[in-house]
């Protein structure tokens, strides 16, 4: 099975910037009832004004979620860490399935600061690697980076697929993007970054994926929603 070594990069893959638009592709949306469950970090006003806050040097991580399942001889495993790095690996020995993700993100609410237009950048590098051998065609081995905004209400307000990939390769991902939302008093946000490994097997041959984020960072910068603007009043000529 593939092993997640943080310190070890097998190969260089630059990813140019992403933009995070609204209808993109990408993995699974839902947020799990544990992490609905958990408490938001609330970004007072204040912090947001003067500069800039940074996760996770300024706030820590807050959603953490690995799951794994596995038949036949399939092998999957994931893990994740409050630093910011996470992993999941998937193989298969012969016939069987196996498939591992992870979810890492920050939970967050504007609390009674006023709306504000905010600018989100991240910050990624990542480790991914798949094994093939034999030729059937149910032989898989997948793998598959994603993120996603999404508020307290479930609406889904940014999606992207950052990177997938299956067959046999390897290599490592460095991702800068950044993206605009619009934050509302009171509304709580998932900033959420998810991995998948999936490896199907057949008789007499081998498949593995594994996917990590070796290390991610996230900022947020907000400035005041300007105020609507009236239109003049109209003034009669003498």
Not at 27 to 55: M, N
Not at 71 to 90: F, I, L, N, Q, Y
Not at 100 to 108: D, N, P, T, V
Request: hydrophobic content about 40%.
């Amino acid at each position: 099975m593939p092993r997640f070594n943080p310190s070890v990069l097998r190969g260089s893959l630059l990813v140019p910037p992403l933009l995070l638009l609204s209808g993109c592709g990408g993995g699974d949306f839902e947020i799990a009832s544990s992490l609905s469950r958990r408490p938001s970090s609330a970004l007072a006003s204040g912090k947001l004004t003067h500069r800039a806050i940074r996760v996770p040097t300024d706030e820590p991580f807050n959603l953490f979620l690995p799951t794994s399942s596995q038949s036949g001889g399939g092998k999957a495993d994931a893990r994740v860490d409050p630093a910011g790095t996470a992993m999941c690996t998937a193989s298969c020995e012969g016939a069987g399935t196996a498939a591992a993700e992870f979810r890492i993100g920050y939970k967050f609410n504007m609390g009674s600061a006023p709306d504000a237009d905010a600018i989100v950048k991240l910050e990624l590098s990542s480790d991914r690697k798949m094994m093939r051998e034999g030729e059937g065609l149910d032989t898989v081995a997948r793998y598959l980076l994603w993120a996603f905004v999404k508020d307290g209400h479930g609406a889904v307000l940014k999606k992207a697929t950052l990177s997938e990939g299956e067959g046999s390769t390897e290599g490592s991902l460095k991702l800068q993007t950044q993206f605009d939302l619009k934050l509302n008093s009171g509304v709580e946000y998932y900033l959420v970054i998810g991995g998948r490994a999936t490896a199907n097997g057949t008789p007499n041959e081998r498949s593995a994926a594994s996917v990590s984020v070796t290390a991610a960072s996230v900022e947020i910068a907000t400035r005041p929603v300007a105020p609507a603007t009236r239109p003049a009043a109209a003034t009669s000529g003498t």
